[in-house]
C-alpha cells in the first residue's frame, strides 16, 4: 500500500477487501476495491467513513448523519 503521511490501520480483511482506520481522508492509499476506511479525525459527517471504488487509491465519501 502506498502511503503518505496518513496513518493506517487494518483492521480485518476478508478475500482482499477489509476495514482499515486512520487520520485523514485516504487519497494516497491503494486498496482493494469495497474496502472501506474509517477516518479516526474526521470534523464533519462527509469525511468520516470511505469506500474503495476501484482497486486503486480511488475512494467514495459517505455521508453520515449526526
Given at each position: 500500500?502506498?502511503?503518505n ?6 483492521l ?55
Open positions: 500500500m502506498a502511503l503521511s496518513i496513518n493506517y490501520d487494518p480485518d480483511s476478508i478475500q482482499g477487501a477489509g476495514i482499515m482506520r486512520g487520520s485523514g481522508a485516504p487519497t494516497s492509499i491503494t486498496a482493494q476495491k469495497g474496502t472501506l476506511y474509517v477516518n479516526l479525525t474526521a470534523s464533519s459527517t462527509t469525511t468520516r467513513l470511505y469506500i474503495n471504488t476501484d482497486g486503486s487509491t480511488t475512494w467514495g465519501a459517505f455521508t453520515a448523519s449526526a
